[in-house]
């Protein structure tokens, strides 16, 4: 099925490992519950059902709705996921259902055009015209990077069909700090009448000693006071083992001045600490106490997928790590006994690096943007290959 060339590669890229197919846990399906108050129990509400292709990326995810009164579940949205010889994400499109034709009707679609460096460079989207059965332009978002300012700009342009020309919408300037970690996301729009951008929003991230990141604060321009205002900020909580154990969403309250509480997720694990399920719960300010809203149970199961074995003979230090898996972006790996200087490198399962940093101390993250699917992490020190280890990734 792989010809020579491609193994070949991955021998070179990964020492003595050769490519073999192996199982591993893939997320199956998640079912989505609302709280009775009245009765105290758990209504189904939605569940999605994923399918993978044979290196591990989703290919398909199944929306369905619960019909109690036929006590079952019924198809009502499908998202579908194309991907290129690199086995980078090059289409999606979302379809719904429709029950008297008993055909998947297209509702939108996203695609996705890569640079020479396989960096995200266009994303388009279209919506699906019934009438004329043809894809309509909706925007496109031009990913612009500066690595000499440790930056990226993503412009947004919208579609005035009426006019059959592009206009510019809104741009999002990312700045990302030494450990390439995202910091802020500025938020501007274009304003016609003055020819420039007018910025509005603006998001900070910050980050624990681990790397983790503990709050997201979302501000917002105030023209009066000429200054930005508190909106919104969302608080993160971790577990010894560095998983995530909640996120508690907080508005700000002009009037006391003081954050007040919206909501919040709980998180639990499995004994191999794969994501059991997430409580979504809502603050009730009368009671001054949480109330149950929604629960996501998350259903795992063993699959085989081709994946390079990680059984290697050259390991020439007594590397340890400590590593959520499945990993989720943002989630700090702590290794023992690393060597100063030393390598690592995340592949794919087509052998392609999607990333590589140099590490200096024992706790690295990450990029948070990763796709969902099975990776390769990988320690290098002088030529020689000190660590390797399969990977799970969940993707934002």
């Not at 499908?78 to 994400?89: P, W």
Request: hydrophobic share 35%.
């Amino acid at each position: 099925m792989f010809r020579t060339p491609l193994i070949c590669m991955l021998l070179l890229l990964l020492g003595s490992s050769l490519f073999a197919q192996s199982s591993e846990k893939a997320l199956m399906a998640t079912q989505r519950y609302l709280y009775n108050a009245a009765d105290s129990v758990w209504d189904a509400l939605r569940q999605n059902r994923y399918f993978y292709n044979e290196y591990g990326r989703d290919t398909a995810m199944y929306d369905d709705v619960w019909k109690a009164e036929k006590e079952d579940w019924d198809l009502e949205f499908k998202h579908t996921r194309a991907y290129n010889e690199q086995q980078l994400l090059k289409e999606r499109i979302r379809w719904k259902y429709d029950p008297d034709s008993l055909i998947w009707i297209p509702d939108g679609k996203l695609v996705f055009q890569y640079n020479a460096a396989n960096k995200l460079y266009i994303l388009t989207r279209t919506l699906w015209n019934q009438t004329t059965e043809e894809w309509d332009l909706s925007y496109e978002d031009t990913y612009q990077y500066f690595s000499e300012q440790n930056q990226r700009d993503v412009i947004r342009r919208v579609w005035i069909a009426g006019e059959e020309r592009w206009k510019l919408y809104s741009s999002d300037v990312a700045k990302y700090n030494e450990d390439d970690k995202l910091e802020t996301i500025a938020t501007r729009f274009w304003v016609d009448s003055l020819g420039t951008w007018d910025f509005r929003y603006l998001k900070r991230h910050y980050y624990n000693e681990e790397g983790q990141i503990e709050l997201f604060q979302s501000n917002i321009w105030s023209e009066e006071r000429q200054e930005w205002r508190h909106s919104f900020q969302q608080r993160y909580d971790y577990f010894s083992n560095g998983s995530l154990a909640q996120t508690i969403v907080q508005s700000w309250d002009e009037d006391i001045n003081e954050w007040e509480y919206l909501n919040r997720q709980k998180y639990s694990y499995d004994s191999l600490d794969y994501r059991k399920s997430v409580l979504y719960q809502i603050w009730d300010a009368p009671t001054n106490n949480w109330r149950n809203h929604t629960r996501t149970d998350y259903l795992w199961e063993e699959k085989s997928f081709f994946i390079v074995n990680t059984s290697v003979d050259n390991l020439v230090e007594d590397i340890s790590c400590i590593l959520p898996n499945p990993y989720e972006g943002g989630n700090p790996i702590t290794c023992e006994n690393i060597s100063p200087s030393s390598v690592w490198q995340l592949y794919d399962l087509m052998g392609r690096l999607v990333w590589q940093k140099e590490v200096n101390n024992k706790v690295f993250v990450l990029p948070e943007q990763l796709q969902t699917g099975l990776y390769i992490l990988q320690g290098m020190n002088a030529g020689r290959v000190i660590y390797q280890q399969k990977l799970s990734v969940v993707g934002k």
